[in-house]
């Protein structure tokens, strides 16, 4: 059974920093490109960050100079490094799990899905 656990969310000032992070298991952590995304109320999900099997960072809008990805995968686990936050950060964040080529960014190709931890940045 496959499983994302993520963890790391909370409430924090804006300016802030949160540290997430996403627990695997049940497939192979190496082999699998693992994204960043985030859906705040009434709003589409959107692509924050992933990272690639080869260990190359891909930023979103949202991350660009501010948020970093990363991965371990001795502990098949992917991180998320989110720093000078602000209100419109605000929203639940979830991982995700996909293989093979195609779009990085699309959530469609992304095929395994935590739960997601939620960030509230006040402003």
């Known amino acids: 059974q496959v499983q994302l656990m993520e963890s790391g969310g909370g409430s924090v000032q804006a300016g802030g920093s949160l540290s997430l992070s996403c627990v695997v298991s049940g497939l192979s952590f190496s082999t699998y490109t693992m994204g960043w995304f985030r859906q705040a109320p009434g709003k589409e999900r959107e692509f924050v960050a992933a990272i690639s099997s080869s260990d190359s960072p891909w930023n979103g809008d949202p991350a660009v100079g501010r948020f970093t990805v990363a991965r371990d995968n001795t502990k098949n686990t992917a991180y998320l490094q989110m720093n000078r936050l602000k209100a419109d950060d605000t929203a639940t964040y979830y991982c995700?799990?996909?293989?093979?080529?195609?779009?990085?960014?699309?959530?469609?190709?992304?095929?395994?899905w935590g739960q997601g931890t939620l960030v509230t940045v006040a402003s």
């Open positions: 995700a799990a996909k293989t093979g080529g195609g779009h990085i960014a699309n959530r469609e190709e992304y095929g395994y």
